[in-house]
């Protein structure tokens, strides 16, 4: 069977993201939240890149004030344009936060860049993955570039839904490969 173009599984996840019932939600980001934080890559990071959650996005506003008030260095992105693609800024607060492109939360003007060499650990967003370490983005290719700039190896782990992950989604030679995922169901390290 030939695999769903990624313009279709954006499409049907994003739809049935949307349509998760908020208490389902709550509990499923609750479970998933817990298994990051007693994680051994969550213990052993100093500084972490997070995505800021969106609309139907597991939260992580929860995640972000737990490690900040666990004295990590908390950084996340802003996008600065379709061309010059994300950069990474250290936040103190979720205070430090104002809805920017798309609406997503952004750092403010008086945050500080953070060298992309000084990040231990990245939580990525998406909405397909795979468990070969494929991923389908919001279709921008944001994090590819971001990450194909990076000469530090560090794990890349996703947050996502147990009905986002999927044996085999598409992809191409410019999608960068994740190392992991959590979902409200398991935490998996792919062997890659
Ligand atoms: N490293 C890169 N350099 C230049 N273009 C890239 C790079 N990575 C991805 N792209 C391009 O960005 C666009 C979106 O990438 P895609 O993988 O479809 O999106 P997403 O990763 O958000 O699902 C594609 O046209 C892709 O070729
Ligand atoms: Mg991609």
Request: glycine share 6%; hydrophobic share 35%.
């Amino acid at each position: 069977m030939d695999l769903k173009t990624k313009k279709e599984v954006r499409k049907y996840i994003l739809h049935k993201r949307d349509l998760l019932d908020t208490n389902t939600k709550k509990e499923w980001d609750d479970q998933i939240f817990k298994k990051l934080v007693n994680s051994e890559f969550y213990k052993n990071a100093g500084t972490i890149f997070t995505f800021v959650s969106f609309g139907s996005e597991v939260d992580t506003h929860r995640f972000i004030n737990y490690a900040l008030k666990d004295e990590k260095i908390i950084c996340v992105p802003k996008i600065l344009s379709k061309e010059r693609g994300i950069e990474v800024f250290k936040i103190n607060s979720l205070k430090d936060l104002e809805p920017g492109h798309y609406g997503i939360l952004e750092p403010k003007e008086h945050c500080h860049k953070i060298n992309s060499e000084d990040i231990d650990l990245i939580l990525m967003p998406g909405l397909a993955f795979d468990r070969e370490g494929g991923r389908i983005g919001y279709g921008a290719g944001y994090y590819d570039k971001f990450l194909m700039k990076m000469r530090k190896k560090v794990k890349k782990i996703a947050l996502a839904y147990d009905f986002q992950l999927f044996c085999r989604v598409s992809t191409d030679e410019l999608d960068v490969k994740i190392d992991g995922i959590i979902t409200n169901k398991e935490i998996v390290i792919f062997d890659i």
